[in-house]
């Protein structure tokens, strides 16, 4: 799956976590269920907090 995966690219698969919050300063934000706002799953959105 090289090119597919474990990279940034037009095409590439991808899971992501939306936030309310910077993990990269405070790893908390990870931690509490009320800072997740969306999953992405890839191209779909298969959670929202709304």
Same mark, same amino acid.
Do not use: F, W
């Given at each position: 799956?090289?090119?597919? #995966? %474990?990279? !940034? @690219?037009?095409?590439?698969?991808?899971?992501?976590? *939306?936030?309310?919050?910077?993990?990269?300063?405070? #790893? %908390?934000? !990870? @931690?509490?269920?009320?800072?997740?706002?969306?999953? *992405?799953?890839?191209?779909?959105?298969?959670?929202?907090?709304?």
């Amino acid at each position: 799956m090289a090119g597919s #995966i %474990g990279t !940034l @690219a037009v095409g590439a698969h991808a899971d992501l976590l *939306v936030l309310e919050g910077d993990p990269t300063r405070d #790893i %908390g934000a !990870l @931690a509490e269920p009320k800072n997740l706002r969306y999953v *992405v799953q890839g191209d779909e959105v298969v959670s929202t907090s709304a």
